[in-house]
C-alpha cells in the first residue's frame, strides 16, 4: 500500500484509496473545514416528527450534532405550528 502525507493518509484508512484520491482531485489544495452539525434544522425537525415519543427526543443529540437547548427549541417551534 501507498503512503500518503497525513490527512490524506487518514482519508485513505478512512475511506478507502479511490475515494480520497477523488478528495484529493477535487480539493487540490484547499483547506476544509466540516460543520459539527450534519442536518440542517428543517431535516431535524422532520426526525423529531418521526419519533414514537417527545421522550425519545434527546436521543438525537449524537447523530445531529445539535443540543438538547436546540432540540427543545425545535420541538417548541413545531408545537407552535401545531405540527406535534
Sequence with gaps: ??????IYQELCELLGEEAMLKV???YPG????FPTKIYP???VKEMILQLPSTAQLLTL???TGYSERSL???F???KAEGKV
Design 1 to 6: 500500500m501507498t503512503e500518503y502525507k497525513g
Design 24 to 26: 484529493y482531485d477535487h
Design 30 to 33: 484547499a483547506q476544509i473545514s
Design 41 to 43: 434544522r428543517e431535516t
Design 61 to 63: 443529540i449524537e447523530s
Design 72 to 74: 427543545r427549541r425545535m
Design 76 to 78: 417548541s417551534e413545531l
